[in-house]
């Protein structure tokens, strides 16, 4: 029996909501979303946010990085249709136990937080979600931190070049997959593609049997692998 493609919602559901907001995350959960996607970095206090960049510039009515502010400071500011900068803990009470694969991408490639592996990987093992958490980020060393001191959780490393002998390389370094932006046939186990919102790509993907896809628009991209992957 063909297994099929997991759909995750990328940033939530941004093709009808502000990427990354607890309204996207809410509907998407609300509709039967079966994955979601979202990106984490560290307030000046510490605290675990959910926001794609590192600046708040372009998702929010303020400026500046995020960890120049305290949680308190960054919460004057809020997204589009005035919703809230969201932290990890209230993502995580919304999620609760819904039947969803979440995967966290720690958003170290640029900033990297101190401790924030495991400040985040501290506050989701201490929430009873119903899937383990699937970690991923640009940054391999963040991942190799985890490892140290969590090494049977599911590490997925995100890159947007090719991958020589990636069978290999996901074995030497105990990865449970790659995120690719790109389809690579030689990707073993758990191979997902970002980001996914055109038609005919997602079409072939399903065709292919990746294991998963990041999209815009989850709903669209689920109705089309449900027709593709019957
Ligand atoms: O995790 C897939 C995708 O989100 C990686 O790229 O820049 O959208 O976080 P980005
Ligand atoms: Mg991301």
Not at 118 to 142: E, Q
Request: hydrophobic share 45%.
């Amino acid at each position: 029996m063909t297994v099929k493609t997991l759909v995750f919602g990328h940033r939530g559901y941004p093709a009808k909501f502000p990427e990354n907001s607890l309204a996207g995350f809410a509907y998407a959960l609300d509709h039967g979303v079966e994955g979601l996607e979202f990106d984490v970095h560290l307030t000046k206090d510490q605290v675990p946010v959910i926001m794609h960049d590192e600046r708040i510039d372009r998702t929010s009515n303020g400026t500046g990085l995020i960890n120049s502010y305290t949680l308190a400071e960054l919460r004057q500011f809020h997204l589009a249709e005035n919703e809230p900068i969201p932290t990890l803990a209230e993502f995580l009470t919304l999620v609760g136990t819904h039947d969803v694969q979440l995967n966290l991408e720690f958003k170290t490639d640029k900033i990297q937080y101190p401790h924030i592996e495991r400040i985040v990987m501290g506050m989701v093992n201490a929430t009873p979600l119903k899937h383990p958490v699937i970690y991923s980020s640009f940054h391999l060393p963040t991942l190799k931190t985890c490892q140290q001191f969590a090494p049977d959780e599911a590490y997925c490393w995100l890159t947007g070049k090719p991958v020589v002998n990636a069978a290999a390389f996901v074995a030497s370094e105990h990865l449970a997959g790659l995120h690719l932006s790109h389809y690579q046939a030689d990707v073993p186990v758990a191979e997902r593609i970002w980001t996914v919102d055109d038609p005919a790509l997602a079409k072939q993907l399903f065709q292919d049997g990746v294991a998963g896809i990041f999209t815009d628009d989850f709903v669209a991209m689920t109705a089309l692998r449900d027709e593709v992957m019957v």
